[in-house]
């Protein structure tokens, strides 16, 4: 069946540090890929997406790329603040069968910056 | 454009007793779902409506759960009796798409339930 698997956290990093969160998947199909954030006290917000392969997500200075042969869509930022102290889902949408379009997530990684 | 609404944002029940949640998605967003996040996990779909219609419940578990979406707008999410286990965040999302693999989906920010 489908899945995601992200690294564990919890992830502490200083302030301008360069963050990578990883995340693979296995999926039937062709899904798509995403990457939401959930600040403290806050819902989900979708971060970034992309839905082929090579496509390229970016959004706040983030970004992941989905490499259909690694099956992977890591999260990367070159300068992290303490304003991204959140956690961060990895999830994916196949397109087959009665499921297409629900999300299917990853545990969650939590990253703390400290100034 | 106000975002997904769910109340109550906070519930605390005594096992065995029902308990209801409300969703209000954004305007105009045809395709609604109902996820449960468990501490420390990620969301997991319980139900998902295309308008009116529960086109996937094969998550729901039906002996306690029920959900309605009677007018394809807004949608109920109930739990009877329930159980100390139920205790979770229970979240609802929309998108205007048909449920498609490259739609993307706006939270609410949930109801914290907890079941003593």
């Known amino acids: 069946g489908n899945s995601v698997t992200q690294m564990e956290g919890p992830v502490t990093l200083s302030e301008e540090a360069f963050l990578t969160i990883n995340c693979t998947y296995t999926?039937?199909?062709?899904?798509?890929l995403f990457w939401y954030v959930q600040y403290p006290g806050e819902g989900l917000q979708l971060l970034l997406k992309?839905?082929?392969?090579?496509d390229k997500g970016s959004n706040k200075g983030f970004e992941a790329t989905y490499r259909k042969e690694t099956t992977s869509f890591h999260l990367e930022k070159g300068s992290v603040q303490v304003s991204d102290s959140a956690v961060y889902f990895c999830?994916?949408?196949?397109?087959?069968?009665?499921?297409?379009?629900?999300?299917?997530f990853g545990k969650g990684t939590k990253l703390s910056v400290k100034p | 454009e106000a975002g997904v609404v769910q109340s109550p944002r906070y519930k605390i029940i005594e096992k065995k007793q029902p308990v209801a949640f409300w969703c209000n998605p954004i305007?105009?967003?045809?395709?609604l779902y109902w996820y449960l996040q468990n501490l420390g996990q990620g969301p997991e779909l319980l139900i998902r409506?295309?308008?009116?219609?529960?086109?996937?419940d094969s998550q729901l578990p039906k002996d306690r759960f029920s959900a309605e979406r009677l007018k394809g707008v807004d949608s109920t999410l109930k739990i009877q009796p329930a159980e100390l286990g139920d205790s979770a965040v229970y979240l609802c999302?929309?998108?205007?798409?048909?449920?498609?693999?490259?739609?993307?989906?706006?939270f609410g920010p949930g109801t914290r339930l907890t079941v003593l």
């Open positions: 999830a994916l949408s196949d397109r087959y069968g009665g499921s297409q379009g629900n999300l299917i």
């Open positions: 992309a839905t082929k392969a090579d």
């Open positions: 999926a039937t199909g062709y899904p798509s």
């Open positions: 999302a929309s998108s205007s798409g048909s449920g498609s693999r490259t739609d993307t989906q706006y």
């Open positions: 409506y295309e308008n009116e219609e529960a086109v996937d």
């Open positions: 305007s105009g967003h045809n395709t």
